[in-house]
């Protein structure tokens, strides 16, 4: 039953994600949200675009005849992950650089065109370390480049074998520290946890055809791993 249970559940989530073509739908009534993420891990850079139609279960809209998404005149790969979501993708294997605009260029049925700009925030770095003690609370330091840079948000990442625990940090400092209290790490004794930062930028103040959407771009740093001495 709970197999069953589990493949219900795929099933709703596929049909709700549902596909339209740009050809068939009135222009003014689509939804843009574009995003650029670089991760440190990989030093790979991804920009996506995604444009939807409705409000809490959006229909997906394929760009097709004229219809297109450029980032910085390149152009874009169609994507369809599991879920049904579409969103067209710019990738690049690149050092990361604070200074490069990453420019969206949107082209309608019509022949509009919406263009939007975003940089990268701020790049992070942090001292975690190797291993603490069981009884040990976890201290993670971190610095930020350049703190005046229009971030919106930072987060501290936990990545264990269950999941992960988040944390808020304060965006608008140039550094600081978080404790995380040993016994909020119990569970973990006898493992190695990842630790990672992701500082990001966002706004919703974009051109659009009609239906407004957002902007954002995201740092985040390598992974550093500390063991849990059981």
């Known amino acids: 039953m ?3 249970i589990v493949l219900l559940s795929l099933t709703t989530l596929f049909v709700s994600c549902g596909k339209v073509s740009s050809e068939d739908i009135e222009q003014d009534i689509i939804k843009t949200n574009y995003s650029v993420v670089y991760d440190q891990e990989t030093s790979q850079l991804e920009a996506s675009g995604t444009f ?11 760009l097709d005849g004229t219809s297109n998404l450029k980032v910085n005149n390149q152009s874009t790969s169609f994507d369809i992950n599991l879920l049904g979501q579409v969103s067209y993708l710019y990738k690049r294997s690149i050092p990361f650089n604070q200074n490069v605009n990453y420019q969206f260029k949107y082209t309608n049925r019509d022949g509009d065109e919406y263009v939007n700009s975003i940089n990268l925030p ?3 770095s942090f001292e975690t370390p190797v291993s603490i003690e069981t009884n040990q609370d976890l201290v993670v330091r971190w610095d930020v480049s350049q703190s005046s840079d229009s971030a919106t948000s930072m987060s501290l990442y936990i990545d264990h074998e269950n999941g992960s ?3 808020s940090l304060d965006e608008s400092l140039s550094n600081g520290e978080l404790e995380v209290k040993s016994q909020d790490l119990m569970l973990y004794i006898g493992q190695t946890i990842s630790i990672r930062i992701c500082r990001t930028k966002s706004t919703s103040q974009i051109q659009h055809p009609g239906e ?3 902007i954002k771009s995201k740092f985040c740093t ?3 791993n500390v063991v849990i001495q059981d």
């Open 52 to 62: 939807t139609i409705g409000g809490l279960n959006p229909t997906y809209v394929v």
């Open 212 to 214: 407004g959407g957002s």
């Open 122 to 124: 701020s790049s992070v």
């Open 2 to 4: 709970k197999h069953l």
């Open 165 to 167: 625990l988040f944390y």
């Open 222 to 224: 390598a992974k550093k």
